[in-house]
C-alpha cells in the first residue's frame, strides 16, 4: 500500500512570511494528492487538491508542486496570518487515500 | 445542502463492551471512507465504500472493527469488545465517486474505552 510521509511535524512562522510542508510517496500508482486543514475540534476541510497530470496549481496564498519523478508534493502558504494556524495534512493515493502524520502551523502575530 | 453527518458525537464505554458508529453521507455520493483519529496523530484509513463493489478493509486494524453500508447510503462501523487503544475520534468521509473527487468529512464520534 501507499506510505505517506510528512515534514516538519511543526512550523512556526511570523505573521506574512511563508510556510513550506513537504510530503513524499511511495507508490507511484497515486495519482491524486490533496491537502486538508484541521482547525482545533473541528473536522479535516480540503484547501486545495493535485492531480498527478499537473505540476503545481495555485488558490490565492496557497500553492501546491507535486514532482512525480521524486514522488514528493508541497504546500507552500505565502503570506501567512494567524487564522492559518492549524494542523495541515497532505495525502496521496488513488481510490483510498494515505495521509501523512500532520503538520501543527503556528502563525505569530 | 446537508453535509456528512456522524452519530453519535461522543461516546464513552467500558472495555470490553461492543459500539456502534453510525454515518450518513451526503446525498449522491457513492464513495465513503472510515478514518481513526487518535489524540495528536493523523488520519489512519480504516475501510472503503464504492456503490455496490466489496469494501476495501485492508485498514481494519484487527477482527474486532466490522463495517457496513446500505447501499449508497448509511454505513455503521461496529468495534467489538472494546479496548483502551480503541479510544480515538472516528472520522467518517464521503465522495462523489473514487479517488481524485474531494472527500467531505463529518464532525466525527469521539470514542472513550474506560
Known amino acids: 500500500g501507499e506510505n505517506v510521509e510528512q515534514h516538519p511535524s511543526t512550523l512556526s512562522v511570523q505573521e506574512g512570511d511563508s510556510a513550506v510542508i513537504k510530503c513524499t510517496y511511495s507508490d507511484s500508482a497515486s495519482n491524486y494528492f490533496p491537502w486538508y486543514k484541521q482547525e482545533l475540534g473541528k473536522r479535516p476541510q480540503l484547501i486545495i487538491d493535485i492531480r498527478s497530470n499537473v505540476g503545481e496549481k495555485k488558490d490565492q496564498r496557497i500553492a501546491v508542486t507535486l514532482n512525480k519523478t521524486a514522488k514528493h508534493f508541497s504546500l507552500h502558504i505565502t503570506e501567512t496570518q494567524p487564522e492559518d494556524s492549524a494542523v495541515y495534512f497532505c495525502?496521496?493515493?488513488?481510490?483510498?487515500?494515505?495521509f501523512g502524520t500532520g503538520t501543527s502551523l503556528t502563525v505569530i502575530p | 445542502g446537508a453535509g456528512v453527518s456522524q452519530s453519535p458525537s461522543n461516546k464513552v464505554t467500558e472495555k470490553g463492551k461492543d459500539v456502534e458508529l453510525r454515518c450518513d453521507p451526503i446525498?449522491?455520493?457513492?464513495?465513503l471512507y472510515w478514518y481513526r483519529q487518535r489524540l495528536g496523530q493523523g488520519l489512519e484509513f480504516l475501510i472503503y465504500?464504492?456503490?455496490?463493489?466489496?469494501?476495501?478493509k485492508s485498514g481494519l486494524p484487527s477482527d474486532r472493527f466490522s463495517a457496513e453500508r446500505t447501499g449508497e447510503s448509511v454505513s455503521t462501523l461496529t468495534i467489538q469488545r472494546t479496548q483502551q487503544e480503541d479510544s480515538a475520534v472516528y472520522l467518517c468521509?464521503?465522495?462523489?465517486?473514487?479517488?481524485?473527487?474531494?472527500?467531505?468529512f463529518g464532525p466525527g464520534t469521539r470514542l472513550t474505552v474506560t
Open positions: 446525498s449522491g455520493h457513492t464513495a
Open positions: 468521509a464521503s465522495s462523489l465517486a473514487s479517488g481524485r473527487n474531494e472527500q467531505y
Open positions: 495525502a496521496g493515493g488513488g481510490n483510498q487515500f494515505y
Open positions: 465504500f464504492q456503490g455496490n463493489s466489496a469494501p476495501d
